[in-house]
Nanobody, 127 residues
Framework: QVQLVESGGGLVQAGGSLRLSCAAS????????MGWFRQAPGKEREFVAA????????KHADSVKGRFNISRDDAKNTVYLQMNSLKPEDTAVYYC????????????????????WGQGTQVTVSR
């Protein structure tokens, strides 16, 4: 069973930065793509960013391009989300997730393509 634990959320003023971390259990972390999603109250869970198992490729939602950056450290079984120039509309619970496919060829931006999820970490951006 894979466990994902997010940390690093909090309250920040608009224009500020936060770095989220997601620590994963298990010995096959490096073989799976990882993703970050977020969910604001009353809204659907939405894609934020994903990184391929080789870290050779990343994908970011248009709403966060140029502000957020996903990275991973396979030696630490951890994926990160660096968030800069935060806006009030970035306020949400942020979740990390593991891609379904072992050494998958593609990066996905849909909830259905991820099978294990963390419990989420709250990010609140004040005006």
């Amino acid at each position: 069973q894979v466990q994902l634990v997010e940390s690093g959320g909090g309250l920040v003023q608009a224009g500020g930065s936060l770095r989220l971390s997601c620590a994963a259990s298990g010995r096959t972390f490096g073989a799976y793509s990882m993703g970050w999603f977020r969910q604001a109250p009353g809204k659907e869970r939405e894609f934020v960013a994903a990184i391929k198992w080789s870290a050779a490729r990343t994908k970011h939602a248009d709403s966060v391009k140029g502000r957020f950056n996903i990275s991973r450290d396979d030696a630490k079984n951890t994926v990160y989300l660096q968030m800069n120039s935060l806006k009030p509309e970035d306020t949400a619970v942020y979740y990390c997730a593991r891609g379904r496919t072992y050494f998958g060829a593609s990066l996905y931006d849909t909830v259905a393509e991820y099978d294990y999820w963390g419990q989420g970490t709250q990010v609140t951006v004040s005006r």
